[in-house]
């Protein structure tokens, strides 16, 4: 039997076994073929800006956040889309962890008014306001009702104000310790609640 093959076929493999040792360890190849890191850019995130349409699409009410070193400022202004102008109603800077946003149905079905959310934590925090930036008796522009709520109804606790109920009444629904409490109308004209036979959800 001839065992040249054999030794030929050994002899191959013995000698690409070579190359490919050295091959992986010459530092120019492992060099050339390894990825070049590129440690990544660190961006400030950019100011977000958020829009909501009233239901006929003639006004939009408009929020940007501005990122404070030690808290966040909310923006609030209306535009309209008729008159093409817009109008700044409402400013204010809250600690860092306490956001604020629009509710899908902010404005009241008339557009006189509109209501804004603020939550911190476990605590909600509701506020209305003209649309037209018309200030209330004392001067305010925007009305937080949920504190009024609470020192007219200690025993209920608002979980949520889902949208209107008519024209400036905004619909409130409350807890009272585990239990599901009643729903209430807050007339924001007369800036008093009234409460409701059945619960809305």
């Given at each position: 039997m001839d065992k040249r093959p054999i030794k030929f076929l050994i002899l191959v493999l013995l000698l690409l076994s070579v190359v490919a040792i050295l091959f992986a360890l010459n530092p120019r190849v492992k060099t050339a073929q390894a990825p070049t890191y590129v440690p990544p850019i660190v961006k400030a995130d950019p100011n977000r800006e958020i829009a909501v349409e009233s239901g006929d699409g003639k006004l939009i009410l408009k929020m940007k956040e501005e990122k404070g070193k030690e808290?966040?400022?909310?923006?609030?202004?209306?535009?309209?889309?008729?008159?093409?102008?817009?109008?700044?109603?409402?400013?204010?800077?809250?600690?860092?962890?306490?956001?604020?946003?629009?509710?899908?149905?902010?404005?009241?079905?008339?557009?006189?008014?509109?209501?804004?959310?603020?939550?911190?934590?476990?605590?909600?925090?509701?506020?209305?306001?003209?649309?037209?930036?018309?200030?209330?008796?004392?001067?305010s522009q925007f009305l937080e009702f949920s504190s009024m709520f609470k020192a007219k109804y200690p025993n209920y606790k608002i979980t949520e104000a889902t949208g209107w109920g008519g024209v400036g009444l905004i619909i409130v629904n409350t807890k009272s310790g585990g239990s599901q409490g009643p729903s209430f109308w807050f007339d924001v004209g007369s800036k008093s609640f009234i409460q409701l036979s059945n619960h809305f959800n």
């Amino acid at each position: 039997m001839d065992k040249r093959p054999i030794k030929f076929l050994i002899l191959v493999l013995l000698l690409l076994s070579v190359v490919a040792i050295l091959f992986a360890l010459n530092p120019r190849v492992k060099t050339a073929q390894a990825p070049t890191y590129v440690p990544p850019i660190v961006k400030a995130d950019p100011n977000r800006e958020i829009a909501v349409e009233s239901g006929d699409g003639k006004l939009i009410l408009k929020m940007k956040e501005e990122k404070g070193k030690e808290g966040m400022t909310y923006i609030f202004w209306v535009a309209d889309t008729s008159a093409g102008t817009q109008k700044e109603l409402y400013r204010k800077t809250v600690p860092l962890g306490t956001t604020m946003a629009i509710p899908l149905n902010t404005f009241s079905p008339d557009n006189k008014y509109m209501f804004l959310q603020e939550v911190s934590g476990e605590s909600l925090s509701y506020f209305a306001g003209s649309a037209a930036g018309i200030p209330f008796a004392d001067g305010s522009q925007f009305l937080e009702f949920s504190s009024m709520f609470k020192a007219k109804y200690p025993n209920y606790k608002i979980t949520e104000a889902t949208g209107w109920g008519g024209v400036g009444l905004i619909i409130v629904n409350t807890k009272s310790g585990g239990s599901q409490g009643p729903s209430f109308w807050f007339d924001v004209g007369s800036k008093s609640f009234i409460q409701l036979s059945n619960h809305f959800n």
